[in-house]
């Protein structure tokens, strides 16, 4: 059971400056979020953390960042233009519009996974499942709504200029798996990785930035010899739920769920979930892991007539790589921290505060300079100009000390440090730790080390 709610987690993160309402000041964008100078810094800070730990520290992985605009025949190799679709109704009386497996999931609470467009209509009619918005029952049979936003490039908008905004990072990876092995000079087994945007026209996108139409995805294509995938798909899923725990997602909130064979797409060999219990619903998906076999890389080599095998250099086999694919949305990474972290804590006698159990790695600002007094405003300067040079810092001089602590709480920081009078004689600060609220004597010279050591991940 989530101990906050999701209104007041929301409330606290639109009103301390991590996410704002899209396009706020002309009545907004139906579901879309700005991310403001906290929430930049946390998703900054998430992506270069993956891209730490699945590229630069990997031997195996490497990274590109390929274009979101594709030649439209990618989406006819990749299936999406005939696949990636949600089957829709609409109610004929309100013209609300909604996503008929979800319908029928939160008004019955059974699943339509796998079912045909006529099964599912037939599940609302059993059910007399009514219209959420105007309560009615009037429905337009299911059909089918592709997820892509299609758009035009150049001067024509004719059929032959059409474009689609990608709606995964993964097959800029897979249209240049030669590009990439030829280069890099990478043998099997191998991975290439990239962070970008993509774009899903979602029916009922919500939960805040849970599911929206414009989000990041950090996809990792790991090509490895077929025989050997169920090994790599069982390494990948153990590798992407270390990193979530190491984050300090508390493991009561999380899970791995592994698809059952009718949920599979017709080409996996096995994929697992790792969900997060956000407040908003039972369990949601954070990152998906699947074990894609040949299909993607041999979909291309059909489509394009390109080459997209591998010449092993040393038995002289030559095959088309499986590829196991771990897939995550920034979004939802952001999302499941901020929801983890959130706490309001009593205190001695009434008080209380808000904090952010952020891991330091991802804190958008890993400390805050507090002088005592405005006294000592040019040498605390000095030292948040010098740590400012590593770390991501800020300088705060306006109210109490107690006042101090407790906005830097609220948004995670993860040390306060003053600088005092007595700073001008030993050349010491006291440094305030976020969690504990423990305070510590820490040299000036050896407070870059302090830091260093505590916010590593
Ligand atoms: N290449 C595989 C792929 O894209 P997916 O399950 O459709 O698979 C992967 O998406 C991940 O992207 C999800 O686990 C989720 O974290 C994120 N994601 C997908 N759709 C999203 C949306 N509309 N809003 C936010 N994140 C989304």
Known sequence: ???????????????????????????????????GVLGASLKKNI????WKEFIEKSPYNVGIDSAILMNSKTWEASG????????????????????????????????AEGKSFEEMDKMI???????????????TNARAFNLMFKTYIGTLEDAKSVVYLRPETAQGIFVNFANVQ?????????????????????????????????????????????GTDLDWYKYWVDYCYSFVKRLGIKEENLRIRAHDPEELSFYSKG?????????FMDWGEVWGIADRT????SQHSKYSGKELSYLDPETNEKYIPYCVEPSVGVERLFLMICCDAYDVEKLEGDDERTVMHLHPAVAPIKACICPLSKKLS?????????????????????????????????????FCITYDFDSLEDGCVTVRERDSMEQTRVKIDELKDYIRERIAF
């Open 1 to 35: 059971m989530p101990k906050y709610s999701f209104d007041e987690i929301t409330a606290h993160l639109k009103s301390s400056g991590f996410v704002y309402q899209g396009s706020e000041i002309y009545g907004g964008l139906s579901n879309s979020w700005d991310f």
């Open 47 to 50: 992506k270069d953390l993956w």
């Open 80 to 111: 999406h233009l005939k696949g990636f679709a949600d089957a829709m109704v609409d109610c004929k009386e309100c013209k609300g519009r909604f996503r008929a497996d979800k319908l029928i999931g939160e008004a019955t609470g059974l699943s």
């Open 125 to 139: 009619e059993d059910n007399h499942i009514v219209c959420p918005d105007c309560g009615k029952f009037n429905w």
């Open 182 to 226: 030829r280069s890099a000079r990478k043998k099997i087994p191998f991975g290439i990785g990239q962070i970008g945007k993509s774009f899903r026209n979602e029916i009922t996108p919500g939960n805040f930035i849970f599911r929206v139409r414009e989000f990041e995805q950090m996809e990792l294509e790991f090509f490895c010899k077929p």
């Open 271 to 279: 994929t697992s979930d790792i969900e997060y219990a956000y407040p």
């Open 294 to 297: 040949d299909y993607d890389l």
């Open 378 to 414: 040019e040498q605390a300067n000095k030292l948040y100009e010098d740590l400012c040079a590593e770390f991501r810092v800020e300088y705060d001089e306006a109210g109490s000390i107690g006042k101090r602590y407790r906005r830097n709480d609220a948004i995670g920081t993860p």
